[in-house]
């Protein structure tokens, strides 16, 4: 008998099958919420409600406690699990079976949109651990086909994506039809009211467990946006796509004609991809997540709804192609990167109609977004360049003795070099082919704009140094106070220059010509209806204002302060003209609708 190493489990109360299980799993040391629920489960007969984030491991934190008070040969039904979707219902199923070892429990997932008969059958038999979708699990206990009413434990895995779904009155349904001996355990990434009033209701005895994220966590996960055109974003995705190090990712947008689209794009260009949304079947979908699970592919582009539920550990990025709703969207998008000590990477793309709604989202949202460098074409194929050259001294250390006679009779007919270069363009094809980086036209035409020009205008241009009452104490940050700026006065980016943020106040150099209409704008903003901005004294910053007198500036127009901005309909939209959401449509679009759309002439 092999000795078994994974003391941290061991210490935690499990038997000698499960340890052999976690062993072979690769499992060396508890998580938080496994160390935490494990011996509680097994040692008390209490009710417990764990708090963690998703990717924690909390599917082992409940799954392994059931496993080890199971009784194997009562072949009822002894523990029903509920999961917001069939995905997830699948991934706890075959978790659970992972962690049984040579245990004769019988675990099957039980969800809509797959054959009635199949699962008749097999409960008939009698499935100990039934993992299910609250839709399906009523429809069996209407039929008849469930029984639940000699349960040991029900399990609400979840939770919260289940309250969100509106599974709520089916859980207590369900509920209502279990017995009152069984332990209730209930999983939750976050606690809504409604939640603790279900654990109220239908738990006893409860023990609560909040595992926290620590700092460490929360910084695992580097956020960006970039504001670009939206025909532009596809162009941005391969850039990014092309000059990481490795990119494993999922592509949200809003549609399932997006999906389709850029789904289509992708693998035309290459890439391994799939579109994942609403249309496709249950089967289409299993079959997706599955290759995506085995790395068969490494991007997976789907709608919010479509990616509910859906668990797939150590991604690289998460892009949000189009912008999310709302800051709550946002962030669970962005939660399925940087977990379990796995760093990742999240970029926002955000088009010129969409920026208020960003600037919104950005203020509601933990941890600082940073603006999003885009890589030019001579970047990305100088970092394909190291990594093929990696690529191929990594391949020196296998063992290459089938090629041995072919290398020696090609070495006979040409040259080292010669023979290497032809290789590599077997291998890699057009891949350092600059000719497939399409132009990004306000990023190309930024980079090819020579310094010496921009100087020139500046200098023909006067400024005035501005003092802002608020810095660093206030949460400040440059691109935050920018942005609080332009979302005033509706000046230029590039109209905000020198920009200094301090302990408790901030410089900013504008146009002499705007400074005016920004200090009256402000003027009622500051603490006790003080101004907000005023102009810098001469001694102040670290430049000298052109102008620290008190001047009366007149309002500039409309042309001074704002440049002349596309509307709606003249921005590009390739994918279905569906990236704005019916409560951002542009004034000049709402026109169109309700009061005051223009009446037909009869």
């Known amino acids: 008998m092999s000795e078994i190493t994974n003391e941290g489990f061991k210490n935690l109360g499990l038997s000698d099958a499960t340890l052999k299980a976690l062993e072979k799993k690769g499992f060396q040391e508890p998580t938080e919420i496994q160390r935490e629920c494990i011996p509680l489960l097994l040692e008390k007969d209490s009710d417990v409600i764990g708090q963690a984030q998703t990717g924690t ?89 469930l029984n639940i009413s000699h349960l040991k434990f029900a399990v609400l895995d979840e939770a919260d994506e289940m309250l969100d779904m509106g599974f709520i009155e089916d859980i207590e349904t369900i509920l209502s039809r279990t017995n009152d001996d069984k332990r209730m355990l209930l999983f939750s990434a976050t606690m809504p009211d409604e939640i603790l009033r279900l654990a109220k209701t239908f738990m006893k005895n409860t023990e609560i467990v909040r595992i926290k994220k620590n700092r460490e966590e929360e910084n695992l996960t580097s ?22 190090s490795s990119f494993y990712a999922i592509i949200f947008c809003k549609t399932k004609l997006q999906c389709e689209e850029i789904g289509r794009k992708l693998m035309e260009r290459g890439y391994e991809a799939e579109a994942l949304h609403g249309d496709l079947s ?22 919010d709804v479509a990616a509910r539920g859906i668990d797939i550990s150590e991604l690289t990025h998460v892009i949000n192609f189009t912008l999310p709703s709302d800051g709550e969207v946002y962030t669970h998008r962005i939660g399925r990167t940087g977990r379990a000590g796995h760093k990742g990477c999240a970029i926002t793309f955000v088009t010129s109609a969409e920026k208020r709604r960003f600037l919104f989202i950005r203020r509601t949202v933990k941890g600082e977004i940073e603006e999003y460098r885009i890589p030019s074409a001579d970047e990305i194929l100088k970092a394909k360049k190291e990594r093929i050259e990696a690529e191929v001294i990594n391949s020196l250390e296998k063992e290459c003795g089938d090629y ?55 200098s023909q241009q006067t400024f005035t140094r501005l003092f802002f009452a608020k810095g660093r104490n206030d949460k400040f940050t440059k691109r935050y106070l920018a942005n609080t700026i ?65 001047v009366k500036t007149k309002k500039p127009s409309a042309k001074t302060r704002v440049r002349s901005r596309k509307g709606w309909q003249d921005e590009v939209q390739p994918y279905g003209r569906d990236t704005y ?22």
Request: hydrophobic share 35%; glycine share 6%; with cysteine.
């Open 404 to 458: 041995a006679g072919i290398a020696a009779s090609l070495l006979e007919k040409s040259d080292a070099a010669s023979l290497v270069k032809s290789l590599l363009r077997l291998h890699y094809g057009n891949d350092l082919d600059k000719s497939q980086y399409h132009t990004i036209k306000a990023l190309d035409e930024k980079r090819e704009k020579p310094r010496t020009g921009r100087r020139e205008a500046e």
């Open 486 to 550: 332009i979302e005033e006065c509706g000046v230029r980016d590039e109209d905000l220059q020198d920009i200094q943020v301090m302990e408790s106040f901030s410089f900013v150099n504008v146009p002499s010509s705007v400074a005016g209409y920004i200090i009256e704008a402000f003027r009622d903003k500051g603490e006790g209806g003080r101004p907000l901005i005023v102009r810098a004294r001469p001694e102040e910053g670290h430049k000298k204002s052109t102008s620290s007198m008190p």
């Open 282 to 303: 249950q089967k289409q979908r299993e079959i997706i997540l599955q290759k995506m699970r085995d790395h068969k592919i490494s991007i997976l582009v789907a709608t």
């Open 223 to 244: 956020q960006y946006y970039c504001f670009l055109r939206e025909s532009d974003k596809i162009e941005v995705l391969t850039r990014i796509i092309d000059s990481a």
């Open 581 to 602: 959401d019916e409560d951002f449509i542009p004034r000049a679009k709402k026109k169109e609708h309700g009061k005051y759309s223009k009446k037909k002439k009869k």
């Open 57 to 145: 491991g909390k599917t082992a934190a409940f799954a392994l406690p059931v496993l080890e008070r199971l009784d194997a040969s009562d072949k009822t039904t002894q523990a029903l699990i509920l999961t917001p979707t069939r995905e997830l219902a699948v991934q706890v199923a075959e978790e659970i079976n992972s962690l049984k070892w040579s245990r004769s429990i019988t675990v099957e997932p039980i969800y809509g949109g797959t054959s009635y008969e199949n699962q008749f059958k097999k409960l008939k038999k009698g499935i100990q651990i039934v993992v299910g979708t609250p839709g399906r699990i009523q429809d069996h206990l209407e039929r008849g086909t």
